[in-house]
């Protein structure tokens, strides 16, 4: 059968998306981009906030469209929408022939099965909503296709997660935390590395927290140490850390091991301590202070991502100013913010979501526009400096211009550099470059090939 996929949501839904095409082919089936030739056609979809669910119907029912006129012959549904609404999905979209929650990657053979010209798709619905949690985690040896280009490559090293943020809906939909085994990653990392990674980036939902499940402490520096040694990988990114796990046994790996990435993302959500006592987050304004000191302390020159939420019940402008001020003592590297969102079968629902819509995007715009003038400060110090970029590609908004990546800068979600006065023919994707910083642009940066 010809297979299409489309993926939607965080790098984590995507090596799911990779190991549900990896299955499909090792079962013998074709995959194809074009969704006017598949005759099975999958979405990947995600539900952690409004727009991401609003984004996930808006999918099925344009693949859904494939089943009037098109080839296709059956519509698989999964991830985190299948998994909340997995009965409703069935009810309010006939189209759907088969419904797989975030623990039943596995299935997906299985639900293609069937679908074949002239035999009648079967109906494949394991189980209907249930309060047992979500259980899968793939390994080293579940078959992957990658889709990221291919120097690089995103490895879960844990699913699920086991705190209670208010906001969150993702321990019901992905269930407790569960660490794979070092042996494991480390012999997904050389696959991945044979086969022309340079740059690995380790995702779970709160990656500090690997092996503290196992009753393993220190497990993720003992993994950075391991994965350093590993030829071929030339960057190891640490994505989704959390304040309180962090400890300095990983600051310590970070700052001594060359091929790890002086790169720490570290969603904060809020500033303010009523705020984050009502997110039911564990940190502290003056936890956070010590914290980020200490980071700077120990990594020298890293590079800080966070995001933050805004908008939150009871949020008021004097906890809006206790953000900005914080944003402006400690001058991330990157940052993102975004509106709260009310959402069903969280803690916080319970809550009055009393900000309003408009008063949230004020809120947001705000916050953003004085990170905009921080970094553009900062990035014009940045002017002459000489660096070793990683090259993504063309950049899409010229064919004769590059875009590449600083070890400070993760794919798809910070800012990038854009390399000019050169040949790109020179200058494959997954190569590094020697380049000199010579101008900015709002969050990016200008560079030009040293000899």
Request: net charge negative.
């Amino acid at each position: 059968m010809k297979i299409g996929l489309v993926s939607l949501g965080c790098p984590k839904n995507l090596v799911d998306s990779e190991v549900m095409l990896g299955l499909a082919q090792k079962a013998g089936h074709e995959l194809t981009r074009d969704p006017e030739d598949a005759e099975v056609l999958v979405v990947n979809t995600c539900a952690f906030i409004d727009s991401a669910k609003q984004e996930s119907i808006d999918t099925i029912l344009e693949m859904a469209q494939h089943k009037k006129g098109g080839a296709c012959r059956r519509l698989i549904v999964t991830g985190c929408m299948a998994e909340r609404y997995r009965d409703e999905l069935r009810k309010e979209i006939p189209e759907i022939d088969a419904v797989l929650g975030t623990g039943e990657v596995p299935d997906i053979v299985s639900a293609i099965g069937g679908a074949s010209s002239g035999v009648a798709p079967l109906t494949f619905h394991r189980r209907s909503q249930t309060t047992v949690r979500p259980t899968y985690i793939y390994d080293a040896d579940t078959p992957r296709l990658l889709a990221t280009p291919k120097h690089y490559a995103y490895v879960k090293i844990a699913e699920g997660c086991d705190y209670k943020c208010a906001f969150c809906i993702i321990p019901t939909l992905r269930g407790p935390y569960r660490s794979r085994s070092e042996e494991s990653i480390l012999r997904e990392a050389e696959s991945l590395a044979a086969r022309g990674v340079k740059e690995l980036l380790l995702i779970s939902q709160d990656t500090t927290f690997y092996g503290i499940d196992r009753q393993e402490r220190g497990a993720l520096a003992r993994l950075l140490r391991r994965l350093n040694v590993v030829p071929g990988l030339e960057w190891i990114r640490l994505l989704y850390l959390y304040p309180t796990t962090i400890d300095d046994e990983t600051l310590a790996a970070m700052a001594e091991c060359e091929h790890v990435c002086k790169y720490i993302d570290l969603p904060l959500q809020h500033a303010s301590n009523p705020v984050l006592a009502r997110m039911k987050r564990p940190g502290s304004r003056q936890k956070y202070d010590r914290l980020l000191e200490h980071i700077r302390a120990v990594v020298p020159g890293v590079a800080l991502r966070t995001t933050f939420i805004v908008g939150f019940p009871g949020e008021t402008e004097s906890d809006v100013d206790e953000l900005e001020a914080f944003v402006r003592d400690h001058l991330f590297d990157h940052l993102g913010v975004f509106t709260y969102s009310h959402e069903e079968g969280t803690s916080a629902h319970e809550l009055a979501d009393d900000v309003s819509a408009a008063t949230k995007k004020k809120r947001l715009d705000r916050i953003m526009r004085t990170q905009k003038g921080l970094v553009k400060t900062r990035l014009q110090a940045r002017l002459g400096r000489r660096e070793r970029l990683l090259v993504d590609g063309p950049a899409s908004e010229h064919e004769l211009v590059l875009k590449g990546r600083l070890s400070t800068q993760a794919p798809d979600i910070d800012a990038a550099v854009y390399l000019t006065e050169c040949d790109p023919s020179n200058f494959r994707p997954g190569e590094f470059a020697d380049v000199e910083i010579v101008g900015a642009r709002d969050y990016d940066l200008i560079a030009r090939p040293l000899p």
